[in-house]
């Protein structure tokens, strides 16, 4: 079983278009993720909700839209596509530690979806 | 600011030889620290992670590591390389977000290549 599923894997499109990246977790997490890898394969947090809150959002243009339609599932919607977005995008969840500390949360990624703007 | 710097970008190992893969940290807090693995077109899987206590932390497929205050050090090591092994090796620190989120600041990546 998935633990973390992204759709598409890959996404091969022209600049200017408008695309989504979705993610589902059947782990039963409350925290998801978004995270970017660029081609020298560095990882940046763009987005994380939690209970479908947005709580953090990284500085990132705001073609990009995340969208929470329930805890196991968190999309990614981007707008006006540009070259520059090419990349690797990763969807993680975490689970709340009740009287655990934050900090430890291990966080479980999806496989990627691979974004190849033309 | 906490942030990780992974030393060496490639590392290049024979097989059955010992893996050192080095991570150093700067934190302001007591750090969190995890070490991820990639392996081609596959997302992140969690090797091992630090939070308190022992500071020799085992994981998975035989790797280890070691926190090192003194050092400001987790680096991740294996007796004996794989073939397996071979892939980006990603050291991260967790900071906390507010309420009960933490976000992962990851080093640039380490990519492990062994040898025949």
């Known amino acids: 079983d998935t633990a973390v599923s992204q759709t598409p894997k890959y996404l091969v499109t022209q600049m200017g278009n408008d695309k989504s990246i979705k993610c589902e977790q059947n782990l039963g997490h409350d925290t998801m993720y978004w995270y970017k890898q660029d081609s020298k394969k560095f990882l940046k947090i763009m987005f994380s909700?939690?209970?479908?809150?947005?709580?953090i959002n990284e500085t990132v243009p705001n073609r990009f839209s995340p969208k929470s339609p329930d805890k196991a599932h968190l999309n990614l919607h981007i707008n006006s596509l540009e070259l520059g977005d090419s990349a690797v995008y990763f969807c993680a969840s975490s689970q709340d530690s009740p009287g655990g500390p934050v900090l430890s949360k291990t966080q479980y990624f999806g496989p990627g979806t691979r974004l190849l703007v033309l | 600011a906490q942030s990780v710097t992974q030393l060496g970008s490639h590392v290049s190992v024979s097989e059955g030889a010992l893996v050192l893969l080095r991570c150093n940290y700067s934190?302001?807090?007591?750090?969190?620290l995890f070490w991820y693995v990639q392996y081609p077109n596959q997302g992140l899987q969690l090797l091992l992670k630090?939070?308190?206590?022992?500071?020799l932390v085992k994981g998975i497929n035989g790797f280890e590591a070691e926190f090192k205050k003194s050092e400001t050090s987790f680096h991740l090591t294996k007796p004996s390389a794989h073939m397996s092994d071979a892939a980006e090796y990603f050291c991260?620190?967790?900071?906390?977000?507010?309420?009960?989120?933490?976000?992962?600041?990851f080093g640039t990546g380490t990519l492990l290549a062994v040898q025949p």
């Open positions: 630090y939070t308190t206590g022992a500071t």
């Open positions: 909700y939690n209970n479908k809150e947005l709580i």
């Open positions: 991260a620190v967790s900071l906390n977000y507010g309420g009960a989120t933490n976000k992962l600041i």
């Open positions: 934190s302001s807090v007591p750090p969190y």
